[in-house]
């Protein structure tokens, strides 16, 4: 049977504040949405003061600083490097990652001889020990069950972060979904809860007995799935986990090793060409693009080489062509002679919904944004309708068919300091 693993940053933005203020290691700490609106992020201190998730901020700002709360904005050039590093190191830890979120990635551990439990907890203190983030690692016999085990594992400190469903009795693993809500089994929201509850589904336990063939005739194929999932039946293949919206993240292992930078080139070009599509189906721009190469870390005899670089966009952007060339030069900066490549990614971060830009007197690029995007639309026209690949830029080579503030940014009064990614914010050691 095959074994999945889903590694979760706990806490994620408000542990990201942390890594690089001790301070507030023992404070409650909570992140802003855009402009500063409403809480989006909180640590588990903060949630101790009450309901506090999604309010504005000004309805519990009062409650937030009688308790010595840190508040900040959110700091996605912190956060995209972060998640950037963090990904990295999960991903040396299975031959197979399928990155879900800015915070989360299912690993393959089918096959890998070791104790799981003893070597999850190995790569929890690998991340903590080199970026400072705490994670949480849920293990089971699909993608399903990684999920349940790593909210399980979260919940009860006698685990300490780590929870292997794969390796218990089934008695025992039915014990632990009865003491888990319906409505926190992965991709149970908040319509279907409801509806579940009102026949007497009201834990996770309570769904992985209920009829599959029943489920799909009154409810639909995708609830069938998940009772599957919850069954050790593994439904929910790698290509089907969307990226969430926060973040968008192209990346796939090569089939042979790349050692050439025209290749590594092409690679790139093509999974940012991946990404810039699915940033304009959801009618979206970035203000950050960030490339990762990394060699096979399952080849310990083979030198080895990580690296990652991130660009701030002048101007927001989900034009192909413009975000190949940003990703190339990217590349260009972190690429190194003599080493075997395994794997690359493209990450954009910052992603803003559509809204005009406004230029500056000095911008030398005059820019036909209207003509951009007809452009964009037409290609995204031509591939949708006669398959992805009819169209494609010559920066991907020949595929297989198969400063100053704008209008525009957004206000964060509370910015923390971006003491990864500008020489300037640095963290100083005194």
Known sequence: MSIYALIDGNSFYASCESVFNPSLWDRPVVVLSNNDGCIVAANAKAKAIGPISFKPLFQVEKILKQNNTAIFSSNYELYADMSARMHGIVGRFSPQQEIYSIDESFLNFTGIPWDLTNYAHKLKTTVKRAIGLPVA??????????????????????????????????SSVNQLLQNMNVNNVWGIGRKLTPRLQAIGINTAYDLKKMNRNWARTNFSVVLQNTIDELNGIERIQFDDVVANKQQIISSRSFGTLVTDLASMKKAVATYTARAAVKLRKQQTQCMQLTVMITTNNFKPNSPQYNNWHTVDLRYPSSNTNELIHIAKKALQSIFKKGFQYKKAMVVLGNIQTNIPSQMDLFNYQIRDIRKDKKLMDVVDHINQHIGNGSIQFAAEGVQHTGGLKQHWQMNRDRLSPRATTRWDELAQVT
Do not use: C, F, P, W
């Open 137 to 170: 690692v849920g293990i089971g016999h699909s993608k399903t069950l990684a999920k349940a085990a790593n909210y399980l594992a979260k919940r009860q400190s006698s685990y300490n972060g780590v929870l292997d469903l794969s390796s218990m009795t089934e």
